[in-house]
């Protein structure tokens, strides 16, 4: 039997959108990506929430969750910087940012600018390594 309390946060959440997307299209969700997002809607209670593990475009052992792209729309950003927005995010995602996540890419949205590009932008691809082993100084 399903508490009061699960109940309604259920139907808090039946407006909102939230996607996950691993990389090469996996529908697996690791620990890191749930605490993502279980922090961000905690935190910023947003109607979008895509995320999205690029771990596996770069050098990283396979199954890793160290980059990641998120969408969040939440109406806490409102009268906000893209700055003030980034350190929302940051402030959720401390723990995280702190251990496994190398890279976060963030886009902070207001309901508004949302609907004027409901996009998740692309990363482009992983030049691999480092400028040293790239050849170039």
């Not at 691993?22 to 697996?28: F, I, N, P, V």
């Not at 050098?59 to 929302?88: I, K, Y």
């Amino acid at each position: 039997m399903l508490s009061e309390q699960l109940i309604r946060r259920l139907f808090s959440m039946a407006g909102r959108v939230c996607f996950s997307r691993g990389s090469a299209g996996s529908q697996t969700i690791g620990p890191v990506e749930a605490s993502i997002r279980t922090k961000l809607e905690q935190a910023l209670n947003p109607e979008v929430l895509e995320l999205r593990n690029e771990s596996g475009g770069h050098a990283v052992p396979p199954g890793s969750e160290t980059h990641f792209r998120v969408a969040v729309v939440s109406s806490r950003f409102e009268g906000l910087s893209p700055l003030q927005r980034h350190r929302l995010v940051h402030a959720a995602l401390s723990e995280e940012l702190a251990g496994p996540v190398h890279a976060l890419a963030i886009q902070a949205r207001t309901p508004a600018q949302w609907r004027e590009n409901p996009q998740l932008d692309a990363s482009p691809p992983c030049m691999g390594g480092s400028k040293k082993t790239r050849g170039t100084s």
